[in-house]
């Protein structure tokens, strides 16, 4: 399988790792599969990482589908970053700006064309809660377009997937690649706090709507009452869109909890859907989210090993796929799949090159 060793200032945007980048204590950076854009391989620079391993020869042809571009992306993460930052608590004034912030990022992916049948790939990251924040309100965007919701509780929304994760600048919690119940009783207690203090620092807000202040306090309750600040069972409707886009993004990027593949998160969402999240809410959401996303090796059950080329509309478990080799490891040549039209094979698990 074409795999080789690249000097990180050799990388290029699009290199697809081919191995884990890992720090020296072990804590997972990146993951086999990753796309490279600009702004990782800044990253990798930064965190003193030297060569990677990238795929090479089978992934000619990648056709990826992101929901915003990654220089949209990038552009509203560092205008977010340096908004929150400025922020001390009670002193709300600049925040005001993320309203116009939410708006543009709403307009954008609802301009977007064919919107409604694409399925979007969908990729596993490094902590940074305020990039989180963005793919919160895309991920809750694109479900309230799908279940017609109004461009008024999208706004509610927006504003608040921005805002809802403002209360960890105040606890003092390491919260990057740890699970709750791997947190001390007070370390736990302090995390809890964070929609609540988040919400107490804005409630009396008249920007802010009642929508999106619920959003903000409600965003880690559950279904079973699980969930925190409040425990509560039952919780605005707008709000229940954010729980599963919450969830399923920390999963990806490791915030309270270890880093996920995507598949392992859509599996997570899939088995908590009605004991911990809004089921209409879950199905829509796996509706648009592509379970192996373009550039993933993947095994069938022939045994073969494949690689994702792009995503089949409203089929996000049945990509289309150049194969890589055959199942004694034979390479395979100029041979692509449509799996959508071979009901015979089906993924039977994620393959790391090596």
């Given at each position: 399988m074409g795999v080789r060793e690249c000097s990180v200032d050799k990388l290029k945007e699009?290199?697809?790792?081919?191995?884990?980048?890992?720090?020296?204590?072990?804590?997972?950076?990146?993951?086999?599969?990753?796309?490279?854009?600009?702004?990782?391989?800044?990253?990798?620079?930064?965190?003193?990482?030297?060569?990677?391993?990238?795929?090479?020869?089978?992934?000619?042809?990648?056709?990826?589908?992101?929901?915003?571009?990654?220089?949209?992306?990038?552009?509203?993460?560092?205008?977010?970053?340096?908004?929150?930052?400025?922020?001390?608590?009670?002193?709300?004034?600049?925040?005001?700006?993320?309203?116009?912030?939410?708006?543009?990022?709403?307009?954008?992916?609802?301009?977007?064309?064919?919107?409604?049948?694409?399925?979007?790939?969908?990729?596993?990251?490094?902590?940074?809660?305020?990039?989180?924040?963005?793919?919160?309100?895309?991920?809750?965007?694109?479900?309230?377009?799908?279940?017609?919701?109004?461009?008024?509780?999208?706004h509610d929304i927006g504003v608040g997937a921005l805002l809802h994760d403002l209360g960890l600048r105040y606890v003092g919690v390491e919260y990057q690649e740890r699970y709750l119940d791997d947190m001390t009783a007070l370390e736990k207690d302090e995390y809890k706090k964070h929609p609540l203090v988040a919400y107490q620092a804005l409630k009396d807000e008249t920007w802010l709507s009642e929508g999106s202040k619920q959003v903000i306090l409600r965003h880690h309750e559950r279904c079973d009452g699980s969930g925190f600040p409040s425990a509560a069972r039952e919780v605005p409707f707008e709000c229940s869109i954010v729980q599963v886009c919450d969830a399923f993004d920390e999963l990806l990027c490791g915030i309270c909890c270890r880093h996920e593949k995507i598949y392992e998160a859509i599996d997570y969402m899939k088995v908590n859907s009605v004991r911990k999240f809004d089921p209409r809410v879950v199905d829509v959401f796996l509706q648009f989210t592509a379970v192996y996303p373009v550039g993933t090796y993947v095994r069938l059950n022939t045994g073969e090993v494949a690689v994702v080329l792009h995503q089949n509309p409203g089929k996000p478990d049945r990509p289309i796929i150049r194969m890589v080799t055959d199942s004694s490891g034979k390479t395979i040549t100029d041979e692509v799949r449509d799996m959508s039209k071979i009901r015979t094979i089906y993924i039977d698990d994620v393959e790391i090159p090596v």
């Open positions: 699009n290199d697809v790792l081919a191995t884990d980048v890992e720090l020296s204590d072990y804590t997972l950076l990146l993951s086999a599969g990753t796309r490279l854009k600009r702004n990782l391989i800044e990253m990798l620079v930064s965190r003193g990482i030297t060569s990677v391993k990238i795929q090479e020869g089978e992934t000619a042809g990648l056709q990826e589908q992101a929901i915003l571009k990654i220089e949209v992306q990038q552009k509203f993460t560092n205008q977010i970053r340096d908004i929150i930052e400025k922020h001390t608590y009670s002193h709300n004034a600049e925040l005001k700006e993320l309203v116009d912030q939410a708006d543009e990022l709403i307009s954008g992916i609802m301009s977007e064309e064919d919107v409604m049948e694409r399925v979007y790939d969908i990729r596993e990251r490094t902590t940074d809660v305020y990039e989180h924040s963005v793919n919160v309100l895309s991920l809750s965007t694109l479900i309230g377009i799908r279940m017609g919701l109004t461009r008024e509780q999208m």
